[in-house]
């Protein structure tokens, strides 16, 4: 099959790699560079790196929305388009010229957590489980019948991040079964994604990543925990503004005011809360780097405890 392949972040990759691996991928699709780093260069993604060193054609357009565009994706006379975080819009023109049309491997189970950031508001959402869907994609916001789909579990110490690498493996097997069917002759059935249970993943924002600690411990473990490591949780930590990476929810608060420093160890750093406590393991200064709670008392041995 001649394939087209539309994808731009890290999580992109290993399905390009499934992708590649059996078929005729004759060109790939990602955003343009972007400025990125402390000199503001521009920045290949991930996926045109892989694609160059498969030496695979790479295709930048800002938009697949103009006539040319268009008619420079028809002129690969790709079977299947297959898209796994792109970044940009496919119009109805876009999907109808490959001759299967339009897969998409999204990181969720649909039709929970459509939309931007499904796996950091799984994590935040406190959910059981989570999974990858391969999707037949339609004109609507991950709307598409579900082709095949495979689940995983979400544990109690899952990052973001680690749960972004285990999904994007998890993505590229799916994808590559589905492969595996439509090269055998057989076209994986589309089943219509049900009605209830549709939610929308917001895309990440920095100022979501500020902790209040009125709020409830066990909510705010789990973001901190769905925002490692981008945007990274911040909040107040007696006068100071630090970023945590890594934090655990107690259930008792001494019945100390939100913000109340209540115990200061080598364990961690505990934050009266809302309700319970968040104990701080790992904690970044302004200017500096990640550091064990430990080592930060080390530096403020002045710190305020409430205890």
């Not at 392949?5 to 004759?26: I, Q």
């Not at 004109?139 to 598409?144: C, E, P, R």
């Not at 970044?284 to 709670?293: D, H, L, S, V, Y």
Request: aromatic share 4%; net charge positive; hydrophobic share 45%.
């Amino acid at each position: 099959m001649r394939i087209v392949f539309a994808g731009t972040p890290e999580f992109a990759v290993a399905s390009l790699g499934a992708a590649a691996r059996h078929h005729e991928v004759v060109a790939v699709y990602t955003q343009p560079d972007r400025p990125a780093g402390r000199g503001r260069g521009l920045m290949p993604s991930p996926v045109k790196l892989d694609a160059i060193a498969r030496g695979i054609p790479v295709f930048q357009p800002e938009t697949l929305k103009t006539p040319e565009a268009q008619a420079q994706l028809r002129a690969l006379q790709p079977d299947l388009m297959i898209v796994v975080a792109y970044g940009l819009i496919l119009p109805k023109a876009v999907l109808a010229i490959p001759t299967h049309g339009c897969w998409n491997v999204h990181a969720s189970l649909l039709p929970r957590w459509r939309g931007a950031a499904p796996i950091q508001r799984a994590i935040e959402a406190g959910d059981a489980e989570t999974g990858v869907c391969l999707m037949q994609m339609e004109a609507g916001l991950d709307t598409g019948p579900v082709l095949l789909h495979q689940a995983t579990a979400i544990s109690d110490s899952d990052t973001g991040g680690q749960l972004h690498d285990r999904l994007a493996q998890l993505g590229a097997q799916v994808l590559s079964d589905g492969l595996g069917l439509l090269r055998a002759g057989i076209k994986p059935i589309p089943r219509p994604q049900p009605d209830a249970g549709v939610t929308y993943a917001h895309k990440l924002d920095k100022a979501q990543a500020r902790l209040d600690w009125s709020q409830d411990a066990a909510a705010l473990a789990r973001r901190v925990r769905a925002f490692n490591p981008w945007p990274v949780a911040e909040a107040s930590l007696a006068g100071e503004r630090v970023r945590i990476h890594g934090a655990v929810a107690l259930e008792d608060n001494r019945g100390k005011a939100p913000g109340t420093v209540i115990a200061a160890s080598r364990e961690g750093i505990d934050i009266a809360c809302g309700q319970g406590a968040l104990r701080l393991r790992v904690v970044q200064r302004e200017g500096g780097k990640a550091i064990t709670a430990a080592d930060y008392l080390n530096a403020r041995r002045d710190l305020p405890v409430e205890g």
